[in-house]
């Protein structure tokens, strides 16, 4: 079992950036690939990004490409989001989930490439 802890989230401006954290525990963190995905109301849930077990390869949607990064921390069990440039259509629970099935250079790019998910910390973009 990984537990998943999200933090991070707010309100913020259009343009604007907020830096997402994802705080494993209960298993070796390096083990998992790691995702981000996002539900806005009314819609489901979406792929934002992944990074694979060593942090060497990411994968993004092209809705957030050259605006978000995802990287990692292995030694402090953390994952990371860093979202720039802002719009109001970022608007959404972000979750953060880990997928210990993927081999070590590939993360999933879909939710049922996970196995483990966070509550989700809520991220609001004002026009």
């Known amino acids: 079992q990984v537990q998943l802890v999200e933090s991070g989230g707010g309100l913020v401006q259009a343009g604007g950036s907020l830096r997402l954290s994802c705080v494993a525990s209960?298993?070796?963190?390096?083990?998992?690939?790691m995702g981000w995905f996002r539900q806005a109301p009314g819609l489901e849930r979406e792929f934002v990004a992944g990074?694979?077990?060593?942090?060497?390869?990411?994968y993004y949607a092209d809705a957030v490409k050259g605006r978000f990064t995802i990287y990692r921390d292995n030694a402090e069990n953390t994952v990371y989001l860093q979202m720039n440039s802002l719009k109001p259509e970022d608007t959404a629970v972000y979750y953060c989930?880990?997928?210990?099935?993927?081999?070590?250079?590939?993360?999933?790019?879909?939710?049922?490439?996970?196995?483990?998910w966070g509550q989700g910390t809520q991220v609001t973009v004002s026009s």
């Open positions: 209960g298993q070796t963190f390096s083990r998992y690939a």
């Open positions: 990074i694979s077990r060593s942090g060497v390869s990411t």
């Open positions: 989930a880990a997928d210990g099935r993927r081999s070590t250079w590939y993360a999933g790019v879909v939710s049922s490439d996970y196995d483990y």
